[in-house]
């Protein structure tokens, strides 16, 4: 299994910014791939805001390009997102996500627990 641990989050004032943090453990059966930052607010889907592969590649959402930034930490085993700029529209639960292959073939996805980013105007 993998166990993803968010941290961060709470409250900014718009045009501030937060840090949010995974912190995955895993078996040594499993490999990560692929981790990303979702979020999601009430009555709408949840919505990839940026991911990164196991090689370094990004992507973002268009409405945060330029503001967030997605990283990891392979000697910790974490994905950071670093939200600058913040907008009232950000204001979600942000949930990590890991995309992980066992035994080179099998492919899984985790989920953390959610972490709530409020963003005051």
């Known amino acids: 299994q993998v166990q993803l641990v968010e941290s961060g989050g709470g409250l900014a004032q718009a045009g501030g910014s937060l840090r949010l943090s995974c912190a995955a453990a895993?078996?040594?059966?499993?490999?990560?791939?692929?981790m990303a930052w979702y979020r999601q607010v009430p009555g709408k889907q949840r919505e990839v805001v940026a991911g990164?592969?196991?090689?370094?590649?990004?992507t973002y959402v268009d409405s945060v390009k330029g503001r967030f930034t997605i990283s990891t930490d392979s000697a910790e085993n974490t994905v950071n997102l670093q939200m600058k700029s913040l907008k009232p529209e950000d204001t979600a639960v942000y949930y990590c996500?890991?995309?992980?292959?066992?035994?080179?073939?099998?492919?899984?996805?985790?989920w953390g627990q959610g972490t709530q980013v409020t963003v005051s105007s």
């Open positions: 990164i592969t196991s090689d370094g590649t990004t």
């Open positions: 996500y890991a995309r992980a292959v066992r035994d080179k073939r099998y492919e899984f996805q985790f």
């Open positions: 895993f078996e040594n059966m499993f490999s990560i791939n692929f």
